[in-house]
């Protein structure tokens, strides 16, 4: 089967948007040919209005177009209005950086200015400064709004028009992704990794906050909470498995968990005190958040081998589907979540999803409206190789998730 993902692009192959870069910079710029940029300008121009068009090309034909009409104008007439052409290449230059600052911004993450964001996307400063004069001292005089003009088309070539010969075929999508392979320096991994050390850098230093207000009596307020829920939501949202990263940091051991081995009654109850209302905003800013959350607590119980973190994992499962509040929250939710989470278990067959499923089952069974029957029948077929601890060897495992992977086949996973 072929797993090529396949996008629409507004030009109907890649030799037309090569056609397009050729007019542009190898006969307009290169050669001073007038009618070859006009031409490249009306391709862009009807490209724009197919829609789906990637902002390098976007910038380059306002920023071509603000060119074409200072030529124009200097054609056509002895005075230049200089004042219509100066607002064609602010507005222009404008949307050529706002636009690359806001998908700089997306996979750098949150709170960073423009000026670092440019650095990470290596756009050179100048660019962010001509917006921020435009935009708080007024339109910049004319001789820098061309040279600037100038730069970026430059800059705009190296950084995509140049990089289209080794693209591959626009109708599989590289040419329309390839921004993210040549503006960002950074692979996908290295994003994600950066983004991982700073969702593991917000979460230490909210439970130490957390233990030093819970050691003196005081209470985060809901604003603070829900900020910092609006950060990781944030940070995470622009990856492709964000959220699925943002739940593995969480269910590391000594985060929501107890860090000792006993993960009493006592330490969960801490470990809910700490943890539970920046769960719930999370679950409330993005219903994304848990699923990912559910599936890697219950994926861990099949992983880890340590008593302590069963427990814990386990506990963490059972609060979020007893506990008023959270029902309150999760509202319709409940049930299709419920359901999500015992089918779950029984794709990571283990002792110990064996006896989460059989108390979520219970749980789910006080829902009004509860129907669990068939999550029920499930759960005992599934689990019928497991009988308390005598059946824990990898063997028995497999058997279990193929035959529960068998009877789950036909189930609505919701």
């Known amino acids: 089967m072929n797993s090529q993902q396949y996008f629409v692009t507004p030009w109907r192959s890649k030799e037309e948007l090569l056609e397009v870069r050729q007019l542009v910079y190898d006969k307009y710029i290169e050669k001073h040919d007038i009618n070859a940029g006009r031409t490249a300008s009306k391709h862009i121009q009807a490209w724009t209005f197919r829609g ?13 177009e603000a060119q074409l009409n200072h030529r124009h104008e200097a054609e056509r007439q002895q005075v230049v209005d200089t004042f219509t052409i100066r607002a064609a290449y602010t507005y222009a230059l404008m949307r050529f950086v706002t636009g690359f600052a806001d998908l700089g911004r997306s996979r750098s993450g949150p709170g960073q200015s423009m000026l670092e964001v440019a650095k990470d996307i290596d756009l050179p400063a100048e660019f962010v400064e001509i917006r921020h004069e435009a935009t ?8 820098r709004l061309t040279k600037a003009t100038s730069a970026a088309l430059t800059w705009l070539y190296h950084t995509y028009w140049e990089k289209l010969d080794a693209a591959g075929d626009p109708s599989s999508g590289s040419v329309q992704t390839s921004l993210d392979d040549t503006i960002y320096r950074t692979s996908q991994k290295d994003l994600a990794l950066h983004s991982q050390e700073q969702v593991q850098s917000i979460l230490k230093e909210f439970r130490k906050s957390r233990k030093d207000e819970f050691r003196n009596s005081q209470q985060t307020g809901s604003s603070a909470i829900r900020d910092r829920a609006s950060q990781l939501v944030a940070l995470v949202s622009p990856l492709k498995r964000g959220h699925s990263m943002l739940a593995e940091t969480l269910c590391a051991h000594g985060t ?24 719930k905003e999370m679950s409330m800013q993005s219903r994304k958040f848990l699923k990912p959350f559910l599936e890697c607590t219950i994926s861990r119980l099949d992983k880890s081998r340590l008593h302590s973190q069963h427990r814990g994992l386990c506990s963490w499962i059972k609060h979020i589907f007893s506990d008023p509040g959270w029902m309150q929250l999760l509202d319709q939710r409940h049930q299709p979540l419920g359901r999500f989470a015992i089918q779950t278990c029984l794709l990571h067959p283990s002792d110990c999803t064996k006896t989460l499923c059989e108390e979520l089952l219970q749980i789910m069974s006080k829902s009004p409206g509860h129907d669990f029957d068939d999550e029920a029948q ?15 060897d990898s063997r028995t495992a497999s058997k279990g998730g193929r035959h529960s992977k068998h009877l789950l086949r036909g189930a609505h996973v919701s």
């Open 378 to 392: 499930l759960c005992a077929s599934t689990f019928e190789d497991y009988d308390g601890e005598s059946q824990t």
């Open 256 to 279: 929501i968990l107890p860090s000792s081995p006993e993960a009493s009654d006592a330490q969960m109850a801490s470990a809910y005190w700490i943890w539970d209302d920046l769960l």
């Open 52 to 64: 789906n068009l990637p902002h390098a090309v976007e910038s380059t034909g306002l920023l071509l």
């Open 136 to 143: 708080h001292e007024g339109m910049p005089v004319f001789a």
